[in-house]
């Protein structure tokens, strides 16, 4: 009942015979992947040095290509992305000047992935990418570019290898090529996801605990709205300079150091906006860490609960939800079986996330199907591997 999405092989090749047709050449030498992710709980809390849950997913970004002899540089994206153009061709500075972001967009988290590559300078290349990650889904499919890219550019000429640092690259691609001051969770779990776990990241000391997931009387499910709302550009730096705003009225250097307590005392102090923002976020942190626990004892019920005390959070304090993300989460609590719903990423659209017992997920389906008023796209998921290299046919 799901939709079904192009597996790892499929994609490596699709990009392969693409590559091989544009290039005319043989197979390229070099193949990789990195996968999107959900997070199941902890959400705008990363840039406010707090906890995050998520879990990378079977849904991934491929990149196959090859290294060339001079410094020109050719990317092809077999995706379609609102009509732009799907090859970018550029040379790759031999002063150390920049390369700087321009047309078409999904090129820019190539280029900023390129600038800030942690051993340079680089070879040029041809390169493919295809990806099942749905674009502007709130699934990562950027930082799943970003984190692909920088693994086929560590093919080509390895870095020293360190995780998290490649992570914080690829947060910087983003924050200076795309324009998006976003958090670390996205980067951190595409480069880092574990088979069969969730993440529990210390956003402030970039520790990742993993949290087993994978018992099998149980369903994640993630339940695309297929709307994206055009408020997301400028409401996401909005919130981030809010949580800013009130960390310093606070005095503390950022929301994961202050409490509820300081929060109430200096509350005459912050307008009420402020005063809602700071409340998600401190009490969002303590939640993702309960969660976590909940999770590591199988306590279902609490970490459901827990679910949807974060998605009214979202809803009415740090307004990040929408209308259909709202439906979606009251349709699927209906279910006899569910025991969480949220929305899941920057909000505004995108997709919520699920949590129910494997044989009532053919119901839950089919209630959210009926009870949503557009079109919703499904997805069974799972816990699965961070970036990795893979082998060619
Ligand atoms: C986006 C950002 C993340 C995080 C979430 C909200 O996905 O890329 O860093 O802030 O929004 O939790």
Redesign the pocket.
Known sequence: MAGSSPSVSELVTTARNLYMQVFREESPQVAVCAPGRV?LI??????NQGF?LPMALPLVTVVVGSKTSGKDVTVITATEDAGEPRRVDFSLPSDGSSLSPGLPCWANYVKGVIQHYRAPPLPGFRAVVASSVPLGG?L?SS?SLEVAFYTFLQQLKPDDGDKVSKAVACQQAEHTHAG?P?????QFVSVLGLEGHALLIDCRSLEATPVPLADPGLVILITNSNVRHSLTGSE?PMRRSQCENAASALGKDSLRDATMKDLEAAKTRLDEVTYRRARHVIEEIERTVHAAEALKRGAYKDFGKLMLESHNSLRDLYEVSCRELDELVSAAMEVEGVFGSRMT??GFGGCTVTLLMAHTIDKAILHIQERYSGSPTFYITTPSEGARALTLP
């Open positions: 997070n902890g959400e705008h809390t990363d840039y995050v709130g990562s930082a998006v976003c958090g670390i969770m996205d996401y990423g920057g």
